[in-house]
């Protein structure tokens, strides 16, 4: 039998109580919206609560999902606002009970763990609006991820500030993502028409495949929806992950404004994080960033589902703009605010990203021991379906910790033997 907790205005409350007990539904207590707690949330499995902005809050939201217990809303509010939080659409305000009891006895959307990494992935590197550094995460990410020894591309679907091609030294007549999103309307794309519209770029970890982004931002309606989701398809037959760059707004408000059978500006974004099994999703270590990043949390996990992967990574972590203690604050906010308990912090490390300005290259290329790069290393191992050893990753690659290099090579030439005895095992 259900438990139910009942959070409406009087005399609606009771009307709904003694209906719902003739439906046989078991009611356990019967509050004022405005008197909710978790006390009273642990011994119920939905709660009925009005489809309004004072008695629907993210924390009222966080602390359901974390409680397994399931929302049910009367009046018939905002679907924006219900949308925001992934809610069902409400019921009429005037209900009757066995319409009540019904919707509590619909078997609910299953709340199921993040789905396992499968061999071909799509990653999606996104973050909130200013510069908290999506595209420099992306092509190191992507560098990282190649560094493991599987196949990785990198997208730049950004229909707002693509900037892929500049940083990685490529000419803005490279054909890129929109050439694949033109050959997958016309039923022409597939994994060999794909490494034809790709720029390879050497990295130290080997050939990283890239199609470039818009050459001008006015260029937008080429990325539409239905083509960009044929190609990120052909994309999982083409190499094993494929990390996407996308730019900071979504807007799900654009289907209300704008003209609904014409394009989106944003559509590419959207349709990138829909279809991602993995999500990064960047903010810089500084208040503004993290202000924006909140806001903006909250229709983003409504837009993904639940079951994809969502990492936070807190970049140019600097106790400059947040105090001694910069990783502590952005833990206690993200977690008070959002919900959010685990967070991937990256060093700000200035020399490396000019460095890598300079030379139009990533930063493992030209400043492989910097602290930036090991910290996005880590986030890629653990991106990984089964973990890999830091020495299986170190020793394949071209440039890296040349000291764990030198160490591991007499072992691979005399199998069995090894000049400096057993050594450390370099588990991530």
Known sequence: MTAVLIALDEPRASQVSDGLEREGVDVVAVVAPAELSPALLSEADAVIVPATRAALSGELVAVCDRAGVRVVTLGGGDSRLLSRYGLPESLPEDADAWQIAQALSDEAPPITAPAPLSHRR?????????????????????????RTGRTCALIDADTVAPSLALLLGLGDDAPG?????????????????LTRLAARVETSAGGLEVLAGLNRPTRWPELSAGRLDTALQMCRDWVDTTVVDVSASFDADEEVFDDLSGPRRHAATTTVLRRADVVI????????????????HAELRGLIGPTARLTVVANQVRPGPLGIDARGQIRRALERFAGIDDVVFLPFDQRAADAALLHARPMADVTPRSALVSAVRRLAEGLQPARMRRADVTGDSLRGSSRVARWLRPARAVPGASPHGSGPEWAS
């Not at 996104?126 to 999506?134: E, I, K, L, N, Q």
């Open 177 to 193: 993502i929109a050439a694949a999103c033109r050959r997958a309307e016309l039923g022409g794309l597939d994994a060999a028409e």
């Open 122 to 146: 799509i990653i999606a590197v996104w973050g909130a609006h200013g510069a908290p550094g999506r595209s420099t995460v992306a092509i190191q990410l992507a560098v990282e991820l190649l």
């Open 281 to 296: 999703a960047v903010t810089a270590a500084d208040p503004l960033s993290i202000s924006r990043f909140l806001r903006d």
